[in-house]
């Protein structure tokens, strides 16, 4: 199966579920079980998750018993677009190709869905009873580790406080985009490790691998906010540069950003040698990225 194909299809599967995910009797908790399904079920690439599954996959399992676990990954991924967007930070106005969650729920409402769906993601890895009760203690704490103070949320926290300052330099553009972003793409493949039983040299090679294809996304991505249409991407570009924010595509030219980019993509391939061709979807991931802003 082509790249596409494959995509398409576990999308498909991820789109159905997390549409049944979140819904409530309660009346009153009824606008906010709204806006959490407006961010989440209104597109999204579904990269995270179909990263997981597809990891699980190349390590010989079938991926279909842990689809829950990768809704719970995309929940955690829009929670953290929902505030990335509000006023007190990004302060944008469409994501996904409609209007932000605050703009058409309001500020607190969206805070909270933000919250909801980050709590909800945890509810749903806890509630998982065909896996091991060991295996869902060491992916919540995988999890939490990289979603929170020292992960993402720090990433993002120092994301805010450099606003306006070019000068953070090539290491604190690598901690800002490894804390903030890469760091999800990590915790996707530790957990599909965790599932999947990989040996300690299996992981090694996807520790490699989720590093530098972390990396990947992130200048593709950064390069994609000067170069992209925002009809396609479904968000604005250029906010980079007016926020005057220090990315692989401000601080360096956009030649040098994509050879950049070519290089952390073969470094990802190249880390999935021990697999051989059972990798062929995992490489394909990454070419996809880098076909996106060449
Ligand atoms: C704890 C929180 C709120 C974390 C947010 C992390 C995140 C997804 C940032 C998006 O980065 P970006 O601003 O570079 O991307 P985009 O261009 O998509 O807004
Ligand atoms: C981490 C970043 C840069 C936010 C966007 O991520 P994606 O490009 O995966 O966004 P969706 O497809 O999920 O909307």
Redesign the pocket.
């Known amino acids: 199966m082509m790249l596409q194909e494959y995509m398409e299809e576990q999308k498909k599967h991820i789109d159905a579920r997390l549409k049944e995910l979140l819904c409530t009797d309660v009346k009153a908790f009824e606008t906010l079980y709204e806006s959490m399904n407006y961010s989440l079920n209104g597109g999204g690439k579904r990269i995270r998750p179909i990263l997981m599954l597809a990891v699980i996959e190349m390590l010989g399992k079938n991926p279909r018993p842990y689809l829950d676990m990768a809704c719970a990954l995309e929940c955690v991924h829009t929670y ?2 929902i ?2 967007d509000l006023p007190a ?2 302060n ?1 106005d469409y994501r996904r190709g409609n209007l932000t969650n605050h703009k058409v729920y309001g500020e607190g409402m969206a805070i909270l869905a933000g919250d909801g769906l980050l709590t909800y993601a945890f509810e749903l890895m806890a509630s998982q009873k065909q896996i091991e009760s060991s295996k869902i203690a060491a992916i919540i704490s995988t999890f939490a580790q990289a979603a929170g103070p020292a992960g ?2 720090g990433g ?1 926290a120092f994301d805010l406080e450099s606003e306006g300052n070019m000068e953070i330099g090539i290491d604190g553009l690598k901690l800002l985009h490894k804390a ?2 890469g760091v999800i793409f990590k915790t996707a493949i530790d957990i599909a490790a965790i599932l999947g039983d990989a040996t300690q040299e299996e992981r090694n090679a996807l520790d490699d691998y989720a590093l530098y294809m972390g990396l990947t996304f992130q200048i593709t ?1 950064d390069i994609l ?1 000067v170069v992209g249409d925002s009809h396609v991407l479904g ?1 604005p570009v250029g906010s980079d540069e007016k926020n005057k924010k220090a990315t692989y595509a401000t601080i360096f030219s956009l030649e040098e950003a994509r050879r950049l980019a070519r290089q952390a993509a073969e470094s990802a391939s190249t880390s999935l040698k021990p697999f051989g061709d059972r990798a062929r979807i995992l490489k394909e991931l990454v070419e996809y990225m880098l076909v996106r802003v060449n």
Do not use: A, F
Request: no cysteine; net charge negative; hydrophobic share 25%.
């Open positions: 953290s677009l505030h990335d930070m990004d944008d993402m949320v993002q903030k972003t991505d906010d968000k």
